[in-house]
């Protein structure tokens, strides 16, 4: 006997991998002149419709919000001081219950002994923030690299604002330039519940955990970006990017979906 052609569609849907292709929602290869602000720059947002903006909590028209130090080829213009040169560039993004997101960025920042600058990548408490990321309103899930300094590890995870007290795990995996960061936010737990995970490029193309942490909170997030933390001597941010996958049950009730309209017709 025949199998019906709709119970071998429905056993196909059942049986397909529930991860969902990524979408890219914001990215930068900073591509642009170092005569130029990063402030007011767009981003390139390929794969991401309007409508699917709306749905995950970012914009078609988003532009950077960036210290005047940020420059739109991704350099950066030492502010002569550690003090001086403690500022951010970040874009509106307001993270939606049931995603996973992926932020990622590379820079080629090549540490110093006389200061300890990092650069970073993270999700941030305000909107439009260009300010010091380690203050109110800056970072709050985010992670540094420092690669080359002796005492210190080369990147570092944090939960928390304000220095190491949100420290969630240290690496010295990478100590060359450029290094990758990825920060992982996922909201499938539904509000109060998210978890984040890291991971650094190991060198070699692939990647290590970091950390991570399994209940963020009640956490504040109102833009996502990248930041400096003291005197970088100019060394350049190469990409960013943040992207989605969506609920992985989207997908399989979407080919159910199709499988029933499939059996009415017959």
Do not use: C
């Not at 991998?17 to 602000?37: C, D, E, M, Q, W």
């Not at 992207?243 to 080919?255: F, N, Q």
Request: hydrophobic letters at 40%; charged letters at 10%; proline letters at 4%.
């Amino acid at each position: 006997m025949k199998t019906p052609s709709f119970l071998i569609l429905s056993t196909m849907v059942l049986a397909a991998p529930t991860a969902s292709a990524s979408i890219v929602l914001y990215s930068s290869s900073f591509g642009g002149s170092s005569g130029t602000n990063l402030n007011g720059t767009a981003l390139t947002t390929s794969g991401a419709t309007g409508a699917q903006h709306a749905l995950y909590g970012t914009s078609a028209s988003a532009t950077w919000s960036a210290a005047t130090a940020f420059k739109a080829d991704g350099s950066f213009a030492d502010g002569g001081t550690d003090t001086t040169s403690r500022s951010s560039a970040t874009i509106a993004f307001t993270p939606q219950n049931g995603y996973v997101y992926q932020m990622q960025m590379t820079t080629n920042l090549a540490d110093n002994l006389t200061s300890d600058p990092f650069h970073l990548v993270g999700f941030f408490m305000a909107s439009g923030y260009t300010g010091n990321p380690n203050a109110a309103g800056g970072a709050t899930v985010w992670a540094l690299t420092r690669p080359g300094t002796p005492t210190i590890a080369d990147q570092v995870a944090h939960f928390a604002l304000a220095g190491g007290a949100g420290n969630v795990g240290q690496l010295a995996e990478d100590s060359t330039a450029p290094s990758t960061l990825r920060i992982t936010l996922d909201t499938t737990g539904g509000t109060g519940n998210w978890s984040a995970t890291y991971h650094v490029g190991n060198g070699s193309g692939g990647f290590n955990l970091l950390g991570s942490v399994a209940d963020l909170g009640a956490v504040d997030i109102e833009s996502v970006g990248i930041g400096v933390y003291n005197r970088d001597f100019a060394h350049n941010f190469q990409s960013f990017e943040l992207s989605v996958i969506p609920e992985p049950s989207t997908a399989i009730l979407g080919g159910l979906g199709f499988v029933v309209l499939l059996r009415r017709r017959r």
